[in-house]
C-alpha cells in the first residue's frame, strides 16, 4: 500500500513530532519546578506590600492627628489641590528657569555684539581724528603755497 519513500517521510515525521513531544515534556516539567519557588516568593512580596500598605495608612493617620493637633486640617480635596498646585508650580519653575538660561544666553550675546560694535566705534573714530588732523595739516599746507610770500 505505501512505498519505501513514503513511509520513511511518514516515519521522519513521526520521530520529529516525537523530539517536540520530548522537548515541550521537558520545559513543562521545569516550568512545573519554578512554578513553586516562584509562588512562594509571590505569596511573600504580596505579603510584603499589604505590610507596606498598612504602614503608610497608619503613618497617613498619624500625620492627620498631628495635622490636627497643630490646627492644619486638611481634607483630601485640599490635599489634592496642594499636590496639584505643586505639580503645577513645579513645572512652571521648570519652564522659567529654561526661559531664564534662554534670556541669559541671548543677554550675553548681546553683550558681545554691543562690546564689538564700541571697539569697531573707537576705531572709526580714531581713525576720524587721524583723517581730520592729517586734513588740518594738509589746508595749512595748501594755505602756505597759496598765500604768496613776501619778497
Known amino acids: 500500500m505505501f512505498q519505501r519513500p513514503e513511509l520513511d517521510e511518514i516515519q521522519a515525521r513521526i520521530d520529529h513530532a516525537t523530539r517536540k513531544i520530548t522537548k515541550t515534556e521537558s520545559l513543562h516539567d521545569k516550568a512545573q519546578r519554578d512554578l513553586e519557588p516562584a509562588q512562594t516568593k509571590l505569596n511573600q512580596l504580596?505579603?510584603?506590600l499589604a505590610a507596606v500598605q498598612r504602614a503608610l495608612e497608619q503613618h497617613q493617620q498619624e500625620q492627620r492627628e498631628v495635622q490636627h493637633?497643630?490646627?492644619?486640617?486638611?481634607?483630601?480635596?485640599?490635599?489634592?489641590?496642594y499636590r496639584t498646585l505643586r505639580g503645577q508650580a513645579n513645572?512652571?519653575?521648570?519652564?522659567?528657569?529654561?526661559?531664564?538660561?534662554?534670556?541669559?544666553?541671548?543677554?550675553t550675546a548681546i553683550q558681545d555684539k554691543l562690546v564689538a560694535a564700541q571697539d569697531s566705534l573707537e576705531v572709526a573714530q580714531r581713525k576720524l581724528d587721524r583723517l581730520q588732523a592729517e586734513e588740518a595739516i594738509l589746508l595749512d599746507r595748501k594755505n602756505e603755497v597759496s598765500t604768496p610770500r613776501p619778497s
Request: charged share 35%; aromatic share 4%; net charge negative.
Open 91 to 107: 513645572s512652571t519653575a521648570v519652564t522659567e528657569r529654561a526661559e531664564l538660561n534662554t534670556r541669559m544666553h541671548e543677554q
Open 46 to 48: 504580596n505579603k510584603d
Open 69 to 81: 493637633l497643630q490646627g492644619f486640617d486638611l481634607n483630601d480635596v485640599d490635599v489634592d489641590e
